[in-house]
Every structure is written in structure tokens, then in C-alpha cells.
């Protein structure tokens, strides 16, 4: 589903250029869950802009879904991003403005849904996450554990191929972080495609594969044999 | 989509109540400004447009040395049934409107002027009646047409079509029969007569050559052309039969001006009758109204950027689930669309509640209503959307352009571009900020010294009363002499002319063919208007011959020779300098004073002004003694007059209006420019926020962090101002020269205006300044 041949990304500024990936290669299958890890500053949240099509790699090769999308414009890139891929974020990124019905319902709006089928595949999201009867609640209304429940719907709401999850649980406490990591494996076991930066080798261990990068390299790659039943 | 866009557009409307009341105030009060010119300009603009053959009616004016709307009313029956170009002619005068006086129950009253038409002028100017018939109401010498309002007015509760109007015509009354009732005729109306006469009635009681005479300027002609007339071609054969028919002294330079151009283009066209307008004022106003648009757009802009740079977060998210540019870009459109059309619904009250203080400065009647003003409140409609597109779209553009992953880093939004079209748009800002306060720094002093300049006579306490035609120098002598016995009248004069312009202004050559100008006075004139003679003595009783020269006049002629009791003057008519009086303004200050003599001659060949100067303190009295003398020995006129001072006021009343409209123009630009001023401090504020509380924790005081927020503003103000002078210098000196008298430019006008520029620019900023710098260091640092 995903492979990239020596994915590079620097930043220049006038005087100073810094490599925040240097020749990442790397190869995601359809129905993994793998874990990115590594200390701060090493570039994951710079390999998941990239592997999320948010950003642009500056050199080499990124196949998403057998297509060559490295030198993809913005406008194909949201085109691409909305179809197959759902987003997770540490901060949970809901819109304060929209209640958790509508933030929900913001993916299909941009995929043009029609309005009756719209409202079934939210309405199953909510059921399924437990947070139906928050529908009408805005965001600062919820505990944090519930907020990125709603952004795991979100998510999940478009049938994304993919979700990126940077860091999902770095705003929770334990037993919040533990739901969430839960529903990730739930969403692997139904067949969902997960990517997962974290900080915490507990978390990290919930994939099936843990890439370690350091100084923008990926240093292993450690393959498990544990699957979660 | 819709739907969600309006959702999130009201919720943050409510959410950020604070920054949307700026911007609705800000735009509200732009737009209402901007409307109430447009309005103006509208009004202007629409003068005789209704008028079914408004593209085929011209009016005839001199075109010689100096134009003259005034033609001669033999030139409709001389060039008849001559010119198949011509469909219709017609002739309209206005005659002793100082004059125009009815007697209805044995009142006396003045009514607004007469005028005297041929029958012709029911078809060209599309007047309508309610009474009456267009083709014979004119016909009968003895008939008048009046409007429903005046009908109304005159014989309340009844209907006055085929009643007598008793109407004064020179010193006599006149019984005339109502033939017609006009309809109310639309305001912006070339012609707007409250009483029409028939022109044959002239042709009856003039007695001199009026109607034959080709030297008699006494009307104004208008044509009623068949379609297609080419009327270049038309012009030349109209001079051309006109120069073979008149005498040979009489030398035809006619042009043909469209009726839809009189209203507006007609400021150099002499002996107008009817309402008149200026293109240049027009523009002038029109100009402003875009100045204003402008920085209540900028202020827009300004503020929605400060609001939307709070919600980059929400712009990120909706990229990242899948919206595209134009998704955002749609969505940006709405928003400041929907704010624009709350700001149009508040300028539109502004709009009614400054309309009549609008039609008060502007001496118009506008009107708005939907059905007559369609156009400008589509117009009012259409400027709303396009504000909310072009600052929508500025700011729509800026952010849908960033990269998602730009918009999660809290990095820096600006680029370099970007911020050099927001120091653009603050500087465009500036400069007009300091331009206005200059301007109204300037005009305010010209219209100071216009009031404090010292004219050369004395302006207060002097009223004049137009002497009645027909009256004689034996009754005036028994009304002056009546009047010398009060205690509260110190002196009266009769003459030909007062200044400014109260009475006939005559020139006369006395050598050379060099003019000068004319003025018939008696012996009283220099003490009733206090002018000081610099040599000689006044003039005497029975005394012909002897004149007054001015300052001017004197040194013209004699430069410094020292003035003696027996000089003379003139080549063929001679005249005897008993002496020389202080210059004095016969005119307002617009035009230089000009060589002038004072004669005491025949009076009773001219129209005359009374001037009554009244003792101090006593101007009630004065004015009640005047009047009971007048009613006493002129019962058939009526007892009308006006103070020098508030002729004055009625001949500046133009650029005191543009004074007071400029004034409130700088106002309100400051208070918009202030308010985005605000927004763009505040804006700064949140950008920095990280750089502040690194800058506290290391010590910073609270003058550095406002000083380093302020900086920039100041420097852009200041680069501003010094690009402002030099363009409102020069406006400035065109303005200036409208007056032959006016005020030096002097430095410290501009130095003022940059000082209250800089120090409200300066408050604005150091407010919002200081509490971004006094706020916490911990909280500017917590999510770091």
C-alpha cells in the first residue's frame, strides 16, 4: 500500500539546511498496523506529513495505493488524501465551531456524500464509537478520551484505505489512552490499514511492526509475531 | 456544504462578537458614507433623465467670450419653420424675481420666481397636468399655471383651477386667471416652476423692444430637435441665417448644449435659470466615496486577517479531511459576504437617519424609495458584494494557499509577500489618514480666514432692502428721512449696488476702454457701510461730475502721484476725483479686487438697494421700526431684506459645505483607519506572542515589548506622512485658488496634521501594545 524508495525531506532557509529525512525507504501492506518511533526532532512527524500527503517530499520516491504521488500538486493531494485517508492527531484537531455530529460529517461533505446516506454513515460512526448521545455537544464539551473518540470517527466515517495516527494518545491519560488504542486495534482487526507515530514503546507495541528512526533514518524494523485477537 | 458554511460563519460571527462589532461597525459606517455620496451622486446624475425626449432636447447658449445661457427672444420667431431639424422651440424667462410678489387676501407675499413660457414648454420638458389643457393654457395673455402644492397652499380646501391670482409684475398687480393646475414634478427637474405666465403677457406690458430687439439677452431657448438631427450641421446654419437676418453689430456664436448636460455642465455658463449642479463637485464627492470604500475595505481586510489567523487550526483540519482551495476559498466568500450584507443592512439606517442632514449640506431633496431609486439600491446591493468579494477574496486567497502542514506548525503565516500587502494596504491607509486630517486642517483655516478678513466695510448690522421698481426718489427721501428719526437706525443709503452682490454690478469705460466698475451711491454710502477715504473728501448733494475713486482704481491711473482736489479722469466724459476710498471687496473673496468709482448720479434709472445700518444692540428694534415706515409708505411690497453678513454666508455656503463633508469625511476615516489600526496590533500581538513571553522571561520591561509592537506602525505612518505632503500640498494649492485670498501653506499646517496624525495612530496601537505586553509570560509560553 505504501512503499517508499529513499524518501528525502530538507529544509532550507537562506543560511541553514537541515535534513529531516534522509533516504527512508520503507514498505507498508494493506491490513497493517505499524508503530513509528524514535526521539524527538528524529522526523516522524515529518515522515507522516509526507506519508499523509500533507506535505511534499524533497527527493526520491512515494508510492500510495501502486501510484507515484511524490510530485502530486496540493489540489491532487487533497484529492487523494480525502478518498483513502483518515487522520488522527495528538491534539485531537476537532473544529470548536462544529458540534461532534458535524465535525463527523465534515469528510463526507468534501466527498459530496448525499445527504441521506451522509447521515447513516455518521449516525453508524457515533454508534460504534460510543458517542452518539454526544451528537449535539460541541467539542470543549467532552473529556479529552471522547474528543479523540470523535476524531477516530472522523477518521473513519469516509472508509478511509489508511489512517494515520500521529500520536494519538500523547493529550490522554492512561486509561483514556488505552481506549483509544484499543479502538485502533478493533479498526486493524476489521481490516484498516493504521500508521502510528507514538512516544511510548507500550502503545508502539500494539502494531505489528515498530520502525525505529533516528536523525531522519530508520534504524530497525522490528516485526512481531504477537497479532491481537 | 452550504449549510455548514453558514453554521460555522454565524457560530464564529457570535464567538468572535468582539472583533465581528469592529468590522460591522467599521464597514457599516464606510458603506453609509459611501451610500450617502453615491446617493448624492445619483441625484446628480439623474437630473432630466426622465424626460421621454431627454436625447433631443438642446439648450441654446452663447458661446463668445464668455458663455451665456441668456438668448434673445426674437430668435424663436425669426429662424420659424426655417430648420426642419427643429420640431418645437421654446422660450422661458425669469424677470424681477427679487420682485415676485402675489396679493391674496389682502397679503402681500413672495413666492418663489415666475417664470414666463411659451406654450411649447408642456410638450419638450414633459410637464404634466392635473388640470387644464397643454395647448391653450399659455395662450391667453391673462392666464397662470400653478402647481397642485402652490393651489394648495393659496386656496386651501378648494379647487383653484379658473380662480383669479392677483400677481405683481414691475410696480404693477395683475388679476390672472388659473388656466392649469400642474403636476408635482419631479425634483430633479431642470425646471422646477411653482407659477408659470404666459410670455405673451410680457409682450403686453413691456413696454420696451424686448421681443424684437436683437440686443435683448432675456431668455432661455430651448429645441426640441427631430430624431437624427446632426447638430454640428444645425449650429453652423443657425449662425449663419442668424448673422444674414440680425443687424450687422450682432454677431451669432450660438451652441447647442443636450438637455441631460445642462444640470451638471453648466458652471461656466452665465445667466442660468433653474437648479444647476457642478460635474467637478461630482467628481470630487465621487472621489471620496472611493477613498473611503477603500479603507473600509482595508480595515476589512486587516481585521478578518487577524480573525482568520485564529482559525488556522480549523482551515488545517478542513484541508486535511479533504477540502480543496476553492472549498475554502468558497467558504472565506461567505463569510465576509455575509458580514458585509449585516454591515449594508446597518449602513442603510445610517443612510435614512443622515439623509436629511445629507440633503441639508448637499441643498438637495432626496428622496429613497425603492420604486424611484431602484438603481441605486441595486447599486447600494452590488457595492456590499463586492466588498465582501474583494475582501473575502483577499484574504480567502492568502490562507487556502498555505499548506496544511503550514497551518498545524504555528509557524509564521506571512510571507514575505504577503506581508508586504498588508504594509501596502496600512500605508495606503496612512497616507490617507494624514491627507484628510491636512485637508480639513486647511480648509478649516481658509474658511477662518474667510470670515476674519477684513473686507473694507462693514458687514454686520447693514441690512438691505431691494428698493421696489416703479418707486421714486421723493418717497424714497420721505422713507429715509422717517427712518433717520429712530434711535435704533444710525444711518441709510441707497445705491446701485452693495456688496457682495446685492444689486446691478454695472461697469463703465471712462478712458482707454478700460472698464471699471460702477457704482451709483448717495452721500451716505461710505458712512452706512463704515468705508474709510484714504484722500480727499466724500461726495456731495448736486455735485455732478465728481466721483470716488478706489485704492486700486487710483494707483492704476496715477501710481504714486500724490493725490490733489482737482484731478480728472476719462477722455470724452470727464470726471472730477474729489477723493479716493479704502479698497473694499465688492465681491467675495474669490476675485481680486478690480477698479472701481462711486458716482452720485440719477438713482432712479436703476435698481436699487436700500442699506439700513443699525445701531448695535438694537437690531430687533431696527428691524420692526424698518418695517412699520415700510409698510407705511410701500404698502404694496413687501417688507424683504437681508443682512450683508448672511449673503456672505449664502455665497461661501458651498465650500463651507465641502469644509463640513470633509470633516466628517477625516472622522470617520480615522475612526475606520483606527479600528484596523486595532485589528492589525492585535493581529501583531498574537503572532508574537511566543517572541513576547521569550523576551519577558529575559528581562524585556513593558515599553520594550510595546515599543517592539508599535515600531513597525510608526515607521509605515511616518514614511506615509512624508509621501502625504507633497500630494495634499499640491491638491491643497489647487484648491487654495479658487480664492484671489486665501492662506500661505505654511509648514506648521502639515507639521500639526502629522502631529494629531501620529499621536491618534500612536494611542491606537500603545493601547492594545501595552497588553499584549503586560499579559503573563506563562501564558504565552504554556504551549510551547
Same mark, same amino acid.
Given at each position: 500500500?505504501?512503499?517508499?524508495?529513499?524518501?528525502?525531506?530538507?529544509?532550507?532557509?537562506?543560511?541553514?539546511?537541515?535534513?529531516?529525512?534522509?533516504?527512508?525507504?520503507?514498505?507498508?501492506?494493506?491490513?497493517?498496523?505499524?508503530?513509528?518511533?524514535?526521539?524527538?526532532?528524529?522526523?516522524?512527524?515529518?515522515?507522516?506529513?509526507?506519508?499523509?500527503?500533507?506535505?511534499?517530499?524533497?527527493?526520491?520516491?512515494?508510492?500510495?495505493?501502486?501510484?507515484?504521488?511524490?510530485?502530486?500538486?496540493?489540489?491532487?493531494?487533497?484529492?487523494?488524501?480525502?478518498?483513502?485517508?483518515?487522520?488522527?492527531?495528538?491534539?485531537?484537531?476537532?473544529?470548536?465551531?462544529?458540534?461532534?455530529?458535524?465535525?463527523?460529517?465534515?469528510?463526507?461533505?468534501?466527498?459530496?456524500?448525499?445527504?441521506?446516506?451522509?447521515?447513516?454513515?455518521?449516525?453508524?460512526?457515533?454508534?460504534?464509537?460510543?458517542?452518539?448521545?454526544?451528537?449535539?455537544?460541541?467539542?470543549?464539551?467532552?473529556?479529552?478520551?471522547?474528543?479523540?473518540?470523535?476524531?477516530?470517527?472522523?477518521?473513519?466515517?469516509?472508509?478511509?484505505?489508511?489512517?494515520?495516527?500521529?500520536?494519538?494518545?500523547?493529550?490522554?491519560?492512561?486509561?483514556?489512552?488505552?481506549?483509544?488504542?484499543?479502538?485502533?486495534?478493533?479498526?486493524?482487526?476489521?481490516?484498516?490499514?493504521?500508521?502510528?507515530?507514538?512516544?511510548?514503546?507500550?502503545?508502539?507495541?500494539?502494531?505489528?511492526?515498530?520502525?525505529?528512526?533516528?536523525?531522519?533514518?530508520?534504524?530497525?524494523?522490528?516485526?512481531?509475531?504477537?497479532?491481537?485477537? | 456544504?452550504?449549510?455548514?458554511?453558514?453554521?460555522?460563519?454565524?457560530?464564529?460571527?457570535?464567538?468572535?462578537?468582539?472583533?465581528?462589532?469592529?468590522?460591522?461597525?467599521?464597514?457599516?459606517?464606510?458603506?453609509?458614507?459611501?451610500?450617502?455620496?453615491?446617493?448624492?451622486?445619483?441625484?446628480?446624475?439623474?437630473?432630466?433623465?426622465?424626460?421621454?425626449?431627454?436625447?433631443?432636447?438642446?439648450?441654446?447658449?452663447?458661446?463668445?467670450?464668455?458663455?451665456?445661457?441668456?438668448?434673445?427672444?426674437?430668435?424663436?420667431?425669426?429662424?420659424?419653420?426655417?430648420?426642419?431639424?427643429?420640431?418645437?422651440?421654446?422660450?422661458?424667462?425669469?424677470?424681477?424675481?427679487?420682485?415676485?410678489? %402675489?396679493?391674496?387676501?389682502?397679503?402681500?407675499?413672495?413666492?418663489?420666481?415666475?417664470?414666463?413660457?411659451?406654450?411649447?414648454?408642456?410638450?419638450?420638458?414633459?410637464?404634466?397636468?392635473?388640470?387644464?389643457?397643454?395647448?391653450?393654457?399659455?395662450?391667453?395673455?391673462?392666464?397662470?399655471?400653478?402647481?397642485?402644492?402652490?393651489?394648495?397652499?393659496?386656496?386651501?380646501?378648494?379647487?383653484?383651477?379658473?380662480?383669479?391670482?392677483?400677481?405683481?409684475?414691475?410696480?404693477?398687480?395683475?388679476?390672472?386667471?388659473?388656466?392649469?393646475?400642474?403636476?408635482?414634478?419631479?425634483?430633479?427637474?431642470?425646471?422646477?416652476?411653482?407659477?408659470?405666465?404666459?410670455?405673451?403677457?410680457?409682450?403686453?406690458?413691456?413696454?420696451?423692444?424686448?421681443?424684437?430687439?436683437?440686443?435683448?439677452?432675456? #431668455?432661455?431657448?430651448?429645441?426640441?430637435?427631430?430624431?437624427?438631427?446632426?447638430?454640428?450641421?444645425?449650429?453652423?446654419?443657425?449662425?449663419?441665417?442668424?448673422?444674414?437676418?440680425?443687424?450687422?453689430?450682432?454677431?451669432?456664436?450660438?451652441?447647442?448644449?443636450?438637455?441631460?448636460?445642462?444640470?451638471?455642465?453648466?458652471?461656466?455658463?452665465?445667466?442660468?435659470?433653474?437648479?444647476?449642479?457642478?460635474?467637478?463637485?461630482?467628481?470630487?464627492?465621487?472621489?471620496?466615496?472611493?477613498?473611503?470604500?477603500?479603507?473600509?475595505?482595508?480595515?476589512?481586510?486587516?481585521?478578518?486577517?487577524?480573525?482568520?489567523?485564529?482559525?488556522?487550526?480549523?482551515?488545517?483540519?478542513?484541508? #486535511?479531511?479533504?477540502?480543496?482551495?476553492?472549498?475554502?476559498?468558497?467558504?472565506?466568500?461567505?463569510?465576509?459576504?455575509?458580514?458585509?450584507?449585516?454591515?449594508?443592512?446597518?449602513?442603510?439606517?445610517?443612510?435614512?437617519?443622515?439623509?436629511?442632514?445629507?440633503?441639508?449640506?448637499?441643498?438637495?431633496?432626496?428622496?429613497?424609495?425603492?420604486?424611484?431609486?431602484?438603481?441605486?439600491?441595486? #447599486?447600494?446591493?452590488?457595492?456590499?458584494?463586492?466588498?465582501?468579494?474583494?475582501?473575502?477574496?483577499?484574504?480567502?486567497? %492568502?490562507?487556502?494557499?498555505?499548506?496544511?502542514?503550514?497551518?498545524?506548525?504555528?509557524?509564521?503565516?506571512?510571507?514575505?509577500?504577503?506581508?508586504?500587502?498588508?504594509?501596502?494596504?496600512?500605508?495606503?491607509?496612512?497616507?490617507?489618514?494624514?491627507?484628510?486630517?491636512? /485637508?480639513?486642517?486647511?480648509?478649516?483655516?481658509?474658511?477662518?480666514?474667510?470670515?476674519?478678513?477684513?473686507?473694507?466695510?462693514?458687514?454686520?448690522?447693514?441690512?438691505?432692502?431691494?428698493?421696489?421698481?416703479?418707486?421714486?426718489?421723493?418717497?424714497?427721501?420721505?422713507?429715509?428721512?422717517?427712518?433717520?428719526?429712530?434711535?435704533?437706525?444710525?444711518?441709510?443709503?441707497?445705491?446701485?449696488?452693495?456688496?457682495?452682490?446685492?444689486?446691478?454690478? %454695472?461697469?463703465?469705460?471712462?478712458?482707454?476702454?478700460?472698464?471699471?466698475?460702477?457704482?451709483?451711491?448717495?452721500?451716505?454710502?461710505?458712512?452706512?457701510?463704515?468705508?474709510?477715504?484714504?484722500?480727499?473728501?466724500?461726495?456731495?448733494?448736486?455735485?455732478?461730475?465728481?466721483?470716488?475713486?478706489?485704492?486700486?482704481?487710483?494707483?492704476?491711473?496715477?501710481?504714486?502721484?500724490?493725490?490733489?482736489?482737482?484731478?480728472?479722469?476719462?477722455?470724452?466724459?470727464?470726471?472730477?476725483?474729489?477723493?479716493?476710498?479704502?479698497?473694499?471687496?465688492?465681491?467675495?473673496?474669490?476675485?481680486?479686487?478690480?477698479?472701481?468709482?462711486?458716482?452720485?448720479?440719477?438713482?432712479?434709472?436703476?435698481? /436699487?438697494?436700500?442699506?439700513?445700518?443699525?445701531?448695535?444692540?438694537?437690531?430687533?428694534?431696527?428691524?420692526?421700526?424698518?418695517?412699520?415706515?415700510?409698510?407705511?409708505?410701500?404698502?404694496?411690497?413687501?417688507?424683504?431684506?437681508?443682512?450683508?453678513?448672511?449673503?456672505?454666508?449664502?455665497?461661501?455656503?458651498?465650500?463651507?459645505?465641502?469644509?463640513?463633508?470633509?470633516?466628517?469625511?477625516?472622522?470617520?476615516?480615522?475612526?475606520?483607519?483606527?479600528?484596523?489600526?486595532?485589528?492589525?496590533?492585535?493581529?501583531?500581538?498574537?503572532?508574537?506572542?511566543?517572541?513576547?513571553?521569550?523576551?519577558?522571561?529575559?528581562?524585556?520591561?513593558?515599553?520594550?515589548?510595546?515599543?517592539?509592537?508599535?515600531?513597525?506602525?510608526?515607521?509605515?505612518?511616518? %514614511?506615509?506622512?512624508?509621501?502625504? #505632503?507633497?500630494?495634499?500640498?499640491?491638491?491643497?494649492?489647487?484648491?487654495?485658488?479658487?480664492?484671489?485670498?486665501?492662506?500661505?501653506?505654511?509648514?506648521?499646517?502639515?507639521?500639526?496634521?502629522?502631529?494629531?496624525?501620529?499621536?491618534?495612530?500612536?494611542?491606537?496601537?500603545?493601547?492594545?501594545?501595552?497588553?499584549?505586553?503586560?499579559?503573563?509570560?506563562?501564558?504565552?509560553?504554556?504551549?510551547?
Amino acid at each position: 500500500m505504501i512503499r517508499t524508495n529513499n524518501l528525502t525531506k530538507i529544509y532550507r532557509t537562506e543560511e541553514v539546511e537541515t535534513t529531516a529525512l534522509g533516504s527512508v525507504n520503507i514498505e507498508i501492506n494493506e491490513g497493517e498496523f505499524v508503530s513509528i518511533m524514535g526521539p524527538s526532532g528524529c522526523g516522524k512527524s515529518t515522515l507522516m506529513n509526507i506519508l499523509g500527503l500533507l506535505d511534499n517530499p524533497s527527493g526520491g520516491e512515494y508510492h500510495f495505493i501502486g501510484t507515484e504521488v511524490s510530485k502530486f500538486t496540493e489540489r491532487q493531494r487533497a484529492h487523494m488524501r480525502k478518498e483513502n485517508i483518515g487522520f488522527v492527531f495528538q491534539s485531537f484537531n476537532l473544529i470548536d465551531e462544529l458540534t461532534i455530529y458535524e465535525n463527523v460529517e465534515l469528510p463526507l461533505l468534501y466527498l459530496k456524500t448525499p445527504s441521506s446516506e451522509r447521515k447513516q454513515m455518521v449516525e453508524k460512526v457515533l454508534e460504534h464509537m460510543q458517542i452518539m448521545h454526544r451528537r449535539n455537544h460541541f467539542p470543549q464539551q467532552l473529556s479529552g478520551g471522547q474528543q479523540q473518540r470523535v476524531a477516530v470517527a472522523r477518521a473513519l466515517v469516509a472508509n478511509p484505505k489508511i489512517i494515520l495516527a500521529d500520536e494519538p494518545t500523547g493529550n490522554l491519560d492512561s486509561s483514556h489512552g488505552d481506549e483509544v488504542m484499543k479502538m485502533l486495534t478493533d479498526l486493524n482487526e476489521a481490516g484498516t490499514t493504521i500508521v502510528m507515530v507514538t512516544h511510548s514503546p507500550t502503545y508502539a507495541e500494539y502494531g505489528n511492526r515498530v520502525i525505529h528512526l533516528f536523525d531522519g533514518q530508520v534504524v530497525t524494523e522490528n516485526y512481531k509475531e504477537k497479532f491481537h485477537v | 456544504m452550504l449549510k455548514s458554511y453558514f453554521k460555522i460563519a454565524f457560530r464564529n460571527l457570535i464567538k468572535n462578537r468582539n472583533y465581528a462589532l469592529i468590522n460591522i461597525i467599521g464597514l457599516s459606517l464606510g458603506m453609509a458614507a459611501v451610500f450617502v455620496i453615491t446617493r448624492f451622486v445619483f441625484e446628480e446624475l439623474s437630473y432630466d433623465q426622465d424626460n421621454q425626449f431627454k436625447n433631443r432636447i438642446y439648450r441654446v447658449y452663447h458661446d463668445g467670450k464668455e458663455k451665456s445661457g441668456a438668448t434673445q427672444a426674437i430668435l424663436t420667431t425669426a429662424i420659424e419653420d426655417k430648420f426642419p431639424e427643429i420640431e418645437k422651440t421654446v422660450r422661458i424667462g425669469k424677470y424681477w424675481q427679487d420682485y415676485n410678489l %402675489i396679493r391674496y387676501e389682502n397679503r402681500i407675499e413672495k413666492v418663489e420666481p415666475f417664470y414666463f413660457a411659451d406654450p411649447e414648454i408642456f410638450d419638450v420638458l414633459n410637464i404634466p397636468l392635473l388640470q387644464g389643457n397643454t395647448e391653450t393654457c399659455l395662450d391667453d395673455p391673462d392666464a397662470v399655471v400653478i402647481t397642485r402644492q402652490f393651489g394648495e397652499k393659496y386656496f386651501p380646501g378648494q379647487n383653484p383651477f379658473g380662480k383669479i391670482l392677483t400677481i405683481r409684475y414691475g410696480n404693477s398687480f395683475y388679476d390672472r386667471k388659473i388656466t392649469a393646475i400642474l403636476d408635482e414634478i419631479p425634483k430633479n427637474t431642470y425646471l422646477n416652476p411653482d407659477v408659470l405666465l404666459p410670455l405673451k403677457f410680457l409682450e403686453q406690458v413691456e413696454q420696451s423692444d424686448l421681443f424684437t430687439n436683437w440686443g435683448f439677452n432675456s #431668455v432661455t431657448t430651448l429645441f426640441l430637435l427631430k430624431k437624427n438631427a446632426e447638430i454640428e450641421q444645425l449650429t453652423a446654419k443657425l449662425n449663419n441665417f442668424v448673422s444674414a437676418l440680425a443687424p450687422e453689430w450682432f454677431k451669432p456664436d450660438y451652441r447647442l448644449q443636450p438637455l441631460t448636460r445642462v444640470h451638471l455642465y453648466s458652471s461656466d455658463i452665465s445667466c442660468r435659470i433653474g437648479e444647476y449642479g457642478d460635474i467637478a463637485q461630482v467628481r470630487l464627492y465621487g472621489a471620496i466615496a472611493l477613498i473611503i470604500l477603500i479603507i473600509a475595505c482595508i480595515n476589512f481586510i486587516n481585521l478578518s486577517l487577524v480573525q482568520s489567523s485564529r482559525r488556522i487550526k480549523e482551515i488545517g483540519v478542513r484541508k #486535511v479531511v479533504g477540502a480543496g482551495r476553492s472549498a475554502l476559498v468558497y467558504q472565506s466568500l461567505l463569510e465576509s459576504i455575509l458580514l458585509s450584507v449585516i454591515s449594508l443592512a446597518f449602513a442603510f439606517l445610517l443612510l435614512k437617519l443622515l439623509l436629511p442632514f445629507a440633503n441639508q449640506i448637499f441643498n438637495r431633496q432626496m428622496q429613497l424609495s425603492l420604486t424611484e431609486n431602484l438603481s441605486f439600491f441595486l #447599486v447600494m446591493i452590488f457595492i456590499a458584494l463586492l466588498v465582501g468579494l474583494v475582501c473575502g477574496g483577499s484574504t480567502a486567497l %492568502i490562507f487556502s494557499s498555505l499548506k496544511p502542514v503550514t497551518l498545524f506548525s504555528n509557524k509564521q503565516i506571512y510571507s514575505s509577500g504577503n506581508s508586504l500587502f498588508k504594509r501596502t494596504m496600512l500605508a495606503f491607509q496612512f497616507v490617507t489618514f494624514c491627507g484628510l486630517i491636512i /485637508a480639513s486642517l486647511v480648509i478649516r483655516n481658509q474658511m477662518i480666514y474667510l470670515s476674519g478678513k477684513q473686507l473694507g466695510y462693514n458687514t454686520e448690522q447693514v441690512m438691505v432692502i431691494m428698493r421696489p421698481p416703479g418707486d421714486t426718489n421723493k418717497k424714497y427721501n420721505v422713507f429715509a428721512s422717517q427712518l433717520q428719526n429712530h434711535s435704533a437706525i444710525q444711518s441709510v443709503t441707497i445705491s446701485s449696488f452693495v456688496p457682495p452682490v446685492f444689486g446691478n454690478w %454695472i461697469t463703465q469705460s471712462l478712458e482707454k476702454d478700460e472698464n471699471m466698475e460702477w457704482v451709483i451711491a448717495d452721500t451716505s454710502y461710505l458712512s452706512a457701510l463704515d468705508m474709510k477715504l484714504v484722500a480727499g473728501r466724500n461726495l456731495r448733494e448736486n455735485e455732478p461730475g465728481a466721483i470716488l475713486l478706489n485704492e486700486t482704481a487710483y494707483k492704476k491711473r496715477f501710481s504714486n502721484q500724490p493725490f490733489t482736489p482737482d484731478m480728472e479722469i476719462g477722455t470724452d466724459n470727464k470726471k472730477r476725483i474729489v477723493g479716493v476710498v479704502q479698497d473694499f471687496h465688492t465681491h467675495a473673496l474669490y476675485q481680486k479686487i478690480d477698479p472701481l468709482f462711486i458716482e452720485n448720479a440719477g438713482i432712479d434709472d436703476f435698481i /436699487a438697494c436700500i442699506s439700513i445700518k443699525l445701531s448695535a444692540g438694537q437690531i430687533p428694534e431696527g428691524i420692526q421700526q424698518a418695517k412699520q415706515i415700510w409698510q407705511k409708505i410701500y404698502p404694496n411690497d413687501l417688507f424683504s431684506f437681508q443682512f450683508i453678513d448672511e449673503k456672505f454666508d449664502q455665497i461661501y455656503q458651498n465650500d463651507e459645505q465641502f469644509a463640513q463633508l470633509i470633516s466628517f469625511f477625516t472622522f470617520l476615516a480615522v475612526v475606520i483607519a483606527c479600528m484596523g489600526l486595532f485589528g492589525l496590533i492585535s493581529f501583531t500581538a498574537v503572532q508574537r506572542t511566543k517572541e513576547i513571553g521569550i523576551r519577558k522571561t529575559l528581562g524585556a520591561t513593558i515599553q520594550n515589548i510595546a515599543l517592539l509592537l508599535c515600531r513597525e506602525y510608526l515607521i509605515i505612518g511616518m %514614511i506615509s506622512f512624508v509621501f502625504a #505632503v507633497p500630494i495634499l500640498y499640491y491638491l491643497m494649492e489647487i484648491w487654495l485658488q479658487r480664492f484671489a485670498y486665501h492662506i500661505n501653506l505654511d509648514w506648521w499646517i502639515f507639521a500639526l496634521s502629522g502631529l494629531i496624525a501620529f499621536s491618534i495612530a500612536a494611542l491606537t496601537v500603545s493601547f492594545q501594545a501595552i497588553k499584549a505586553a503586560t499579559a503573563n509570560p506563562v501564558e504565552s509560553l504554556r504551549y510551547e
